[in-house]
Nanobody, 119 residues
Framework: QVQLVESGGGLVQAGGSLRLSCAAS????????MGWYRQAPGKQRELVAG???????NYADFVKGRFTISRSNAKNTVYLQMNSLRPEDTAVYYC?????????????WGQGTQVTVSS
């Protein structure tokens, strides 16, 4: 079992910045792809950004140029730097990680962290 612990959410004014962190832990697992998703009230969960173990990144169009995803493989931690935040970025942000152990793949999710952007 892989545990993901998120931190860094909160309330910020439009135009401000926040940095989310997500640390993965689990004995015997290696972490492959990691990413951030978000879910606003009444909407489906959507991909925000992803990063491979090799550092290749992908972003949703609505965050390109504003958000940056990065990771520390040594710490099994993924980060999301969010700049120029907008009210429409308000959502619960979830960390996701694909872990591998003994040839089996496990899709793990964090508990979510609330990001609220006021206008």
């Amino acid at each position: 079992q892989v545990q993901l612990v998120e931190s860094g959410g909160g309330l910020v004014q439009a135009g401000g910045s926040l940095r989310l962190s997500c640390a993965a832990s689990g004995s015997g697992f290696s972490i492959n792809d990691m990413g951030w998703y978000r879910q606003a009230p009444g909407k489906q969960r959507e991909l925000v950004a992803g990063i491979t173990s090799g550092g290749r990144t992908n972003y949703a169009d609505f965050v390109k140029g504003r958000f940056t995803i990065s990771r520390s493989n040594a710490k099994n931690t993924v980060y999301l730097q969010m700049n120029s935040l907008r009210p429409e970025d308000t959502a619960v942000y979830y960390c996701n990680a694909v872990a591998v152990r003994l040839g089996y793949y496990y899709d793990s999710w964090g508990q979510g962290t609330q990001v609220t952007v006021s206008s």
